[in-house]
């Protein structure tokens, strides 16, 4: 079974940035992909970034192109979330998971079975 484990949320002023991290226990031998969510209370969860271990192929929600960009380090067995130009509508418990699936989904998270426990970025304004 693998297990993710985010970290990195905190609170931050509008304008500001954090990285997120997900760290997996061990990583699939099939290709696979790593997708960030969040979901804030009151709201449906929001695909906001994800990244395709085949080729590094990288989707971004609208909401967040320019301002977030998702990376990994193989050997750290990590995913980054690289956050800046914070807005208070980034507040949100963001989540990583994983998907060994084709037919997944970046913006809904379907298909993805494995999930971490989340991590609260919350943005002041």
């Known amino acids: 079974e693998i297990h993710l484990a985010e970290s990195g949320g905190s609170l931050v002023q509008a304008g500001g940035s954090l990285r997120l991290s997900c760290e997996a226990s061990e990583l699939p031998v099939d290709d696979y992909a790593i997708g960030w969510f969040r979901q804030a209370p009151g709201k449906e969860r929001e695909g906001v970034a994800g990244?395709?271990?085949?080729?590094?192929?990288?989707y971004y929600a609208d909401s967040v192109k320019g301002r977030f960009a998702i990376s990994s380090d193989n050997a750290k067995k990590t995913v980054y979330l690289q956050m800046n130009s914070l807005r208070a509508e980034d507040t949100a418990a963001y989540y990583c998971?994983?998907?060994?699936?084709?037919?997944?989904?970046?913006?809904?998270?379907?298909?993805?079975?494995?999930w971490g426990q989340g991590t609260q970025v919350t943005v002041s304004s």
């Open positions: 998971a994983l998907s060994t699936d084709w037919l997944s989904n970046y913006e809904t998270g379907s298909g993805f079975t494995s």
């Open positions: 990244i395709d271990s085949s080729d590094g192929s990288t």
